[in-house]
């Protein structure tokens, strides 16, 4: 069994690919939140999660454009 640090980086870790590899990634996030819903991770946790990942990947982006 995974320690529990591992699990909860899951959803944010897959996020943030779809993030990076999708150009647009909603019906995608929706995908993911509902099948790692289906693995028992809690919705309002996958919320949180992707709402991280929106704010780091903007903030990245506003960096790099900054830079352009």
Known sequence: ??????K???PF???LRLCRICS?????LAELKSY???REYNISFLYQ???CVHKFW???K???????
């Open 62 to 68: 506003s960096v790099s454009n900054a830079f352009n």
């Open 13 to 15: 870790s897959l996020a």
């Open 36 to 38: 790692l819903n289906k």
């Open 1 to 6: 069994c995974h320690p529990q640090h591992t």
């Open 58 to 60: 903007n903030s990245k």
């Open 24 to 28: 647009s990634d909603e019906p995608f």
């Open 49 to 51: 999660e992707v709402a």
């Open 8 to 10: 909860r980086a899951i």
